[in-house]
């Protein structure tokens, strides 16, 4: 008997009927023989609509207050899924985060996982229960405040679950078939993927493509757990992501799956540019604005330097970073204007970023290339630039971001010349 982790993300249990198939998919894995460790996320748009609902309230909620609130999004659903499979005859038990074992640091609003201790879930699948258990939580092992993972932390727990449970997979239900080669909500010909690598799908993922949170493809690859991504509304194999390609069992034999030169294109509206204007081209300067900005607890992406004016001395630093961290780097950088020494500060949150990947990039010079063509060839303009080993991204206008995209995954041959990418649910928000 093996012992299976499954997540289903918002979108599949969206309502009475959505929990309710996902709650006979659930009995027939158990049906198969197997143990069964259920994740889910809160229902739909829940968590958006409590946020929303928390900055009625006060437009900077307290973190913790945002926590104790986020986190009964996941107890409704992980609460109702277990009555629909009780009601099918089965028996199965809700755990919040906190009661599975989920133990993270004491960072509100986007904790690390530190430890898992699932004894309760062991115990009760080992009983015959399926055990349901709440995304997206955990509990500080410092404070003993429940704490949130950080948006489409679901996608963490259940991997961290699968890991400590030596589970033999790791299935991520969502609303489309699997990893595309672009989101297809953006790109209706977009191509399922059948294998990615783990490198590949975590630079994906830190671009944007949300299907996966990148922190869950971090610890996935840290413990060797192979994730199988697929869709809660088709039978479909989906997408499995690992170190190693996997064998997929056809009708007509095995086919061994081989590791694309582009994995895909990925792209992101969620963050802002702040702008540093007027600061002194001297030693120490980019690091206190950086030293102010990790002190405030915010991560940044990109960071551009121009090119100081040798007149005035003075040079432009610009980084981007998660909008929803906005107001707190500008609030801190004000603060410390004296200390660090600059003219003005200037946020831009229309802006958008467009990501390719794939480890054929290494290998193959003209890709770089490639990419800036099929960019002025659509008419976008490049504002940041930054590129890693198996990655090259830019940030544009937000609105040129589905334009750009398409271009791109046309220009490196990604169309699919099949069937139209499916999307089963959700309303992408
Ligand atoms: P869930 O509610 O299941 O967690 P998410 O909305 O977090 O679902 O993630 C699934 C969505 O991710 C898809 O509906 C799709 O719009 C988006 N997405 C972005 N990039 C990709 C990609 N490369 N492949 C598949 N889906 C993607
Ligand atoms: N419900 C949380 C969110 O919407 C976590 C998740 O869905 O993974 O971000
Ligand atoms: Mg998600």
Redesign the pocket.
């Known amino acids: 008997m093996g012992l299976v982790v499954q997540k289903?993300?918002?979108?599949?249990v969206a309502d009475a009927e959505g929990i309710k198939r996902v709650a006979k998919r659930i009995v027939e894995a158990k049906q198969n023989g197997n143990q069964v460790v259920a994740v889910v996320?809160a229902m739909g748009d829940t968590t958006d609509e409590l946020i929303d609902l928390a900055e009625q309230v006060s437009p900077m909620p307290a973190g913790r207050e945002l926590d104790m609130l986020l986190t009964a999004g996941e107890r409704i659903s992980m609460a109702l899924l277990a009555m629909a499979i009780k009601k099918l005859g089965h028996e199965a038990q809700s755990f919040t985060g906190s009661q599975a074992g989920v133990i993270t640091d004491s960072v509100h609003n986007k904790a690390r996982i530190i430890d898992v201790t699932p004894g309760r879930i062991k115990t009760s699948v080992d009983e015959g229960n399926i055990a349901i258990v709440a995304g997206f939580q955990g509990v500080s092992q410092d404070t003993k405040d429940i704490t949130t993972l950080g948006r489409?932390g679901?996608?963490t727990t259940a991997v961290a679950l699968a890991a400590a449970l030596d589970a033999d997979v790791c299935e991520?239900?969502?609303?489309?078939d699997?990893?595309?080669?672009?989101?297809?909500?953006v790109v209706k010909k977009?191509r399922k993927i059948d294998w990615i690598s783990f490198e590949d799908m975590l630079e994906?993922a830190a671009s944007?493509?949300?299907?996966l949170l990148h922190r869950c493809v971090e610890y996935a690859r840290r413990y060797n757990i192979p994730i199988h991504v697929r869709s809660s509304f088709s039978g479909l194999q989906g997408t499995w992501v690992s170190s190693e390609p996997i064998v997929k069992k056809q009708a007509q034999g095995e086919k061994q799956v081989e590791q694309a030169l582009i994995s895909?294109v990925?792209h992101d509206t969620s963050e802002a540019k702040v702008t540093v204007v007027g600061v002194p081209d001297k030693p120490g300067e980019a690091a206190s604005i950086f030293r102010t900005i990790a002190d405030a607890e915010i991560n940044i992406d990109m960071v551009v330097q121009n090119v100081s004016a040798a007149s005035t001395g003075l040079t432009d630093i610009s980084f981007t970073l998660p909008k929803t961290e906005g107001r707190k780097a500008i609030d801190a950088l004000e603060k410390n204007k004296a200390g660090i020494g600059f003219d003005s500060l200037r946020y831009d949150d229309q802006i958008g970023k467009i990501s390719l990947v794939g480890a054929g990039m290494k290998t193959n010079p003209g890709v770089t290339a490639d990419f800036f063509t099929a960019l002025s060839d659509a008419g976008v303009n490049i504002e940041l630039i930054s590129t890693s080993e198996i990655r090259i991204s830019v940030v544009t206008r937000a609105d040129d971001v589905p334009e750009a995209v398409r271009a791109v995954h046309s220009a490196f041959g990604l169309d699919s010349d099949s069937d139209e990418a499916v999307?089963y649910g959700?309303t992408?928000r």
């Open positions: 289903y993300g918002g979108s599949s996320s489409g679901s996608d991520i239900y969502t609303d489309v699997g990893v595309f080669t672009a989101d297809p909500r977009a994906l944007g493509s949300k299907v895909g990925a999307v959700g992408g």
